[in-house]
């Protein structure tokens, strides 16, 4: 399989996607709402419509529009406009009040039912906060805030005057400074989110209305979205909803994060801007670049906008990385002691090197002032290259005697080498069409968009190893030392020391290849209603959902070797790597072994015996499945205002499932049935979420919110995979049967928040304190089942077993079940202020405490951190801008590998990272900034825990990483 790494430029001058029939349609009945959308009725009443913008014409976005006269409230969208519909024929008093601006009071006519348009400009609170904002952050500081405190509902905002203005890589990184979220992060870079406490699975993220559909294919982890697909350059604004209301969907438990790229409504009239990069890593192999182009206007009189974005990065560096043994994790030694210890210690280099490109195109048309279309579509592309030396020392292979948990003998040991060549490339699509009419108090929306995330892997690897013989000569009393400052095998004589660097002792062991496809692809269809009413509003709507996932797995093993392919080490040019951590022994160049065995394996010098032929094709279908949800929704939902400082949200959303599935069972062990046989399954049911969000304004300054839903989060697709793996042996008359279960029944969720929010007046400051109670049921876990029980019997059939499991002398059966319960609590306190001449200081902590029960123990959540924080502090004056962020994050657990066993528990320590940015301002147009990232060289460390001693898992020193670039616009 090829990498295609033109595929961003191909799908340019292609269609974004291949649509199916039933997306035909859909499109069709998408197309005829637009149609009959624009022939819109008289006004019975009057409107008020118009813009808000504040210095240098920026629209702002988040400003409150009231007439408190009839009781009537509007917040402004991310183009700074707003609407209040249904004005009686009247004067009003109009108070408009965005956080940093003077509060405006202004008197408009409305009659004759006609809709009357008001722009308006603010002033600026302070005489020198236009000279600030040239800089940009300050003003996305102060957006984030006015969103924020305009929302009827709980949530956080990352704002961008410019997208791109953030020295975060990705958009997990952009998010990482947010209340409540913690990032896991996969070689030095953000890869996945988790809000509260919950795992990645557990977001719901989308992309300019659409679903971000899943790159990912582990069990477990196939619903999480991988946010270091898409670039930091693409963001234009980037929320995160803590509740939702019954017009939202239901499958999310942590929170549901939005990600919105420019419109060019956003702007006035033309628009460019650009950016360029450079970047040094201290182990990169070469300097690191980045580049990216914005472009929006208006045309035909203002009524048709188009905005194009496009970013383009790589970036080649070097990790030193160390792993415990994942097999047995923490083992008891032999000699009695009860001291625990590892048994296998891996040493690893990688050679990585990442390529992002992406492409975002954003059309918007308005005819009237009361209809408006959009199109929207995006393309992310990761292509991430891999190159990995691995040197194993399996010194548990014998007897073990530990003296101490991280040091002992060991009276044989082998010793691996193997070099990996792995190309990986996911694309994440996405393609939206939609609108939104108004008709006298009547509001009507619709969106249908597609999505779909690919993912092709190839995987090359060559092993070599040390003999039986020479294993047991090497394991005349070996000591070894492992510890967080010191990952080594030591105390090694010279005959051992001899044998270890001889490279004639590395014999050719295995060549596999592992072809991995994954295609996970969204469809939905929105129609929302509103009427406003004289005590607010009543809202009602439909949504169709379908969600497919394919994993394809190839994973062949190659054993046999003839003639050249049947190499040792020695046969190769002598190579010795400079490693910070230590001396790794002999090795060779990687690239010159995988060429090698690349060609001898196309001449058929590398073969698979018999067994290990029937062993690849049972491999090839043994994680397979093909998936598919069809989810159609429908809710009802009534905004209610109780004088003019209190609306309550309440509404309840119906979701019905239909879920199918297919896969293989397999038969891995020795009974005489069928190598593999497909299998199907399919369910439907249903779900009921009511909630209900109180917004009560206290004072003008102090605001407090209460949130309430039910929600559901779906199985992981691989989880509900109906394939079984049957490994039955002859000669103990055993029978061990590993099984998917399709039966599962989704997370569901009750969900509780409190928030209090103080807006001191004068000053642009807020000060935040909320909790937070999640009680979720069908909690997922895998465990050990009875054949006699009823989900063993439900797999015995499905497998056609029943003859063997009845005459096998014992049957072990490991599946996924529901069942037990998890509970989450947590405090968040948030706080900002602007000081005198220009400072500025942020701060916020979270504390989560999570429980989840297990068949036979408790544990925390997995991805659930009991501890979050960040700090800012900047300073904005004249053409400078300096800021200093600290992000901290607690340990928390991201493994359960035996859930009998807490000892096999990994976790990731904690983490504390400082950056610094820096900005000037070389004249109203062009900026140069500076950033550096990991000041103090955080290292990357999880571990295997137990009786309160770390045994390494994995650890990856990560180095500082500075930029120097520049940006510039154009308008």
Known sequence: MKIQRNRLYQALLTSPFQPKPRFISKMAISLLLLSGAAHTTAQENGALIGQVVGSASKKLQGAIISIESVNRRAVTDAEGRFRIQDLPDGSYQVNVDYIGYNTLEISVEVRGGQIVAQDIRLSPADDNLEIIEV??????????????????????????????KFADQNIAEALQRLPGISIERSDGEGRFVSVRGLGPN???????????????????????????????????????????????????????????????????????????????????????????????????????????????????????????????GILEGDNDSGIETLGRLDTRTLDLGRERSSVSLNFDYRPTDSAQYHLRYTLSNLLETELRTRNSFDYGRGDINPVAPNSGTAEEMRIRKEYRDQDEEQDIETFSIGGKNFFDRWTIDYNLSYSEATRDEDDFRVRFSTSDDIGENIGSGVSYTIGEDSYRIEGIDQADSDLIADRSNYEFNRYRITLEDSKDENTEFALNFERDMDFGSLQFGFKYFEHAK??????????????????????????????????????????????????????????AEEGDLLDNQRDELL?????????????????????????????????????????????????????????????????????????????????????????????????????????????????????????????????????LAWYPENVVAVVQAGIFYKDIDDFIFRANVDADSGVGRQIIQRAQLADVVATADDVEIRTTLNGEAAEVVGLELSYFQELPAGFNIGANMTFVDSEAELETRDAPLIGQADETANLTAGWARQKW????????????????????????????????????????????????????????????????????SGFVQQYQNIERTFLLGVRGKFN
Request: hydrophobic content about 35%; glycine content about 6%.
């Open 623 to 755: 994680s397979d499945y093909d998936s598919e949800e069809e989810i159609t929704a429908a809710y009802g939902m009534g905004r209610f205002n109780f004088g003019d400082n209190m609306t309550l949200i309440a509404g309840v959303r119906v979701e019905q499932t239909d879920f199918s599935t297919s896969g293989f069972v397999v038969n891995t062990g020795d009974f005489a049935g069928n190598v593999a046989d497909p299998v199907d399954f399919d369910k439907d049911y249903t779900d009921v979420l009511p909630s209900a969000n109180l917004r009560w304004n206290i004072r003008d300054d102090l605001i407090f919110r209460a949130g309430y839903y039910n929600s559901v989060v779906r199985p992981s697709f691989a989880r509900n995979n109906p394939g079984i793996d049957i490994d039955f042996d002859e000669d103990d008359n055993e029978l061990q049967i590993d099984a998917g279960n399709p039966n599962l029944d989704p997370f569901s969720a009750m969900n509780l928040d409190l928030n």
């Open 202 to 328: 557990f977001t719901n993220v989308r992309l300019n209305g659409a679903r971000v559909p899943s790159t990912e294919t582990a069990p477990d982890r196939d619903r999480a979205v991988a946010l270091d697909v898409v670039p930091a350059e693409l963001l234009e604004n980037l929320e995160v909803s803590k509740v939702v209301t019954a017009a939202e969907d239901g499958d999310t438990i942590g929170g549901t994060v939005s990600i919105r790229s420019l419109s060019a409504f956003q702007r006035e009239g033309q628009h460019i801007s650009f950016k360029g990069e450079l970047g040094y890593d201290e182990r990169s192999t070469e300097d690191a670049y980045k580049g990216s182009f914005i472009y929006s206007n208006k045309f035909a009189d203002d009524t048709v906008g188009i905005a194009l974005s496009l970013s383009t990065s790589e970036r080649d560096y070097l990790i030193e990385n160390i792993e415990g043994d994942e097999g047995d």
């Open 135 to 164: 800089v940009g952050s300050r003003a996305a500081i102060v957006s984030a805030l006015n969103q924020e405190r305009s929302s009827d509902t709980l949530k956080n905002v990352v704002a961008s005057t410019d997208a791109g």
């Open 881 to 948: 801008d300096i800021r200093l962020t600290a992000a901290y994050t607690s340990d928390f657990l991201v493994r359960l590998n035996d859930e009998d066993d807490v000892n096999n528990d990994v976790y990731t320590d904690s983490r504390l990272q400082f950056d610094v940015g820096l900005k000037y301002q070389l004249s109203d147009d062009i900026q140069l900034y500076f950033d550096a990232i990991n000041l103090t060289r955080e290292q990357e460390l999880n571990e295997f825990r137990s009786n309160g």
């Open 550 to 607: 394919e994993l394809d797995i190839s994973n062949s093993v190659f054993e046999e070797a003839q003639g050249e392919a049947d190499a040792t080490l020695a046969d190769f040019r002598a190579f010795s790597p400079d490693f910070d951590i230590g001396d790794w022994g002999p090795s060779t160049p990687l690239t010159e072994v995988i060429s090698f065995y690349r060609s001898q394996f196309a001449l058929g010098n590398v073969s």
